[in-house]
């Protein structure tokens, strides 16, 4: 299963009819039974019949406030031939979307969801291994809303989402979902223009990621932001198409890690990512598959030096993960904080050998 990122030609924005429908389970009168008095439904029936109705009118009722709430803090980002979306950070102007829509650009065009000009802005700094960007509006606008993000340590699975954008190009589009999974770690493709990032501890869900969604934003129905929709799987036996209802989000509390080191120092100062200051390549085994990782080149200094790995040695386990592939030694270090003690498992001449890494820090 490959997963692209989201990002897309530029496409104008289309004017979009949101329609909410709320499916109610009816309930039908019994007849006979001792008791009954021709067939018409006894309290409990009427209280059921009743009470249905009620709760989708609450549920909707609770959609339309959060969308009423947070689809303002939701924007447009027009980055020269290629869009996506960004969420408004704070009241300085700041916005926070993927490093992926951003791209190389360094101006910008925002559209905000009252459907205003756009107004302009520019890169603070993009963070590539987490795929997350600041962008700062140039002039702030009168009445500009940031997003409360929540703590996405505390989402559950089940629970209803809403994911907020401009999937191709349609501005302040809203589907809806639950928290499918959590804990996800993704890698995602880097040759067809997204960073090549692996992160960990994705937000999985069921809510419609299509190509524009990018940098908006998954809220809760309390209105709080928990993650970021970055990536939507495909499904190769599709021929590459998205896989229905698998997408995933920058968990909320990354996001609130990164964007404030972004905003008070104008880049990321502490990655929180474990290192092991290497240059590697994949290598295949004797039946052409994917067999380890082989380190081309050692940093000074760094974790696998201090841990006596050289050049020319082949990784195969790290920490009790199998390392055939580039992708699979990122996920096992997207896995682990920095300072972490972790065997290696490792070829040299021909030879299994093992040591111990204290990893170091992106």
Known sequence: MRLPRTRVPLLPALPVTAVLVVLVAGCSGGGGGGGGDSGQPDRADRATTQAAPAAA????????KVIKDVLPSVVQIDASDSLGSGVVYDDQGHIVTNAHVVGEEKTFR???????????????????????AVIKLDKVPSGLKAATFGDSTKVDVGTIVLAMGSPLGLSSSVTQGIVSATGRTVSEGSDDGG?????????????????????????????????????AATDPDMGDGAAPGIGFAIPSSM???????????????DSGRAALG????????????????????????????????????ILTDLGGTPITTITSLSEALAAVE??????????RDGKERTTEVTLGEM
């Open 338 to 347: 920095p300072g972490a003690k972790e065997r290696a498992t490792y070829l």
């Open 110 to 132: 925002v559209t905000t969801a009252t459907g205003e000009q756009p107004l302009a802005a520019k890169l603070v700094s993009a963070y590539p291994e987490q795929d997350l």
């Open 57 to 64: 009118s609450d549920l909707q009722d609770g959609y339309r």
């Open 195 to 231: 960073t090549g990032a692996t992160i960990a501890n994705m937000v999985q869900t069921s809510a419609a990621i299509n190509p524009g969604n990018s940098g908006g934003a998954l809220v809760d129905l309390d209105g709080q932001v928990v993650g970021i929709p970055t990536l």
């Open 278 to 313: 290497v240059t590697a390549r994949t290598v295949l085994g004797d039946d052409y598959r994917p067999a380890g990782v082989a380190i081309v080149e050692v940093q000074d200094g760094g974790a696998a030096a201090e841990a006596g790995l050289a050049a020319g040695d």
């Open 255 to 269: 996001v609130k890690t990164v964007a404030d080191q972004i905003v008070r120092n104008g880049r990321v100062t």
